[in-house]
């Protein structure tokens, strides 16, 4: 099984170029996540996903778009790179969402993002 | 939302069991204690996860007092690849669950 899936592995802009990250899942999860980690911290929630359809902003959502495809797919869009958008970007899947269920989640490689 | 608080980093040599608890004061009833390892240069990846009392696999431990106010990850007999960052998370506001900085575990020679 290849799990959650990202492409590309790594990736070089200018600033104000933009760019698509792309992150697919074949688990058959209804929530989707990305993530940014800067080095040496922890990882924050940029935007999430509940289910196919709906999307909702995480903690650091601004400069980001996102489009949930379908169920498999949840791409993330940066519009006009900067240089504080230099960081790694995962992706995550997990079946269930909420504090109520048992909320495991699935991650992806990463993209290698510099914004130059 | 129920915060915890972990070691910043830890060190240990090969051979030892490693012990690393987190703190989370605020833990909802429904709240399920789960951790992560993330190697360099790699996502996070699930450990472990338990609601009380303990709970064991075939990498780790988890254990979890009676007042569920903090748990415990027991690494059993490290080794250098056992080098990572460790992350405990307990529930979730509003759907989405929130990572900390983690425990940064350095296994010695």
Known sequence: NAGVTQTPKFQVLKTGQSMTLQCAQDMNHNSMYWYRQDPGMGLRLIYYSASEGTTDKGEVPNGYNVSRLNKREFSLRLESAAPSQTSVYFCASSEVTGAWDKNIQYFGAGTRLSVL | ?109
């Open chain 2, 1 to 109: 939302l129920a915060k915890t608080t972990q070691p910043i980093s830890m060190d240990s040599y090969e051979g030892q069991e490693v012990n690393i608890t987190c703190s989370h004061n605020n833990i909802a009833t429904n709240d399920y204690i789960t951790w992560y390892q993330q190697f360099p240069s790699q996502g996070p990846r699930f450990i472990i996860q338990g609601y009380k009392t303990k709970v064991t696999n075939e990498v780790a431990s988890l254990f979890i007092p009676a007042d569920r106010k903090s748990s415990t990850l027991s690494l059993p007999r490290v080794s250098l690849s056992d080098t990572a960052v460790y992350y405990c998370l307990v529930g979730a506001e509003d759907d989405k669950i929130i990572f900390g900085k983690g425990t940064r575990l350095h296994i010695l020679p």
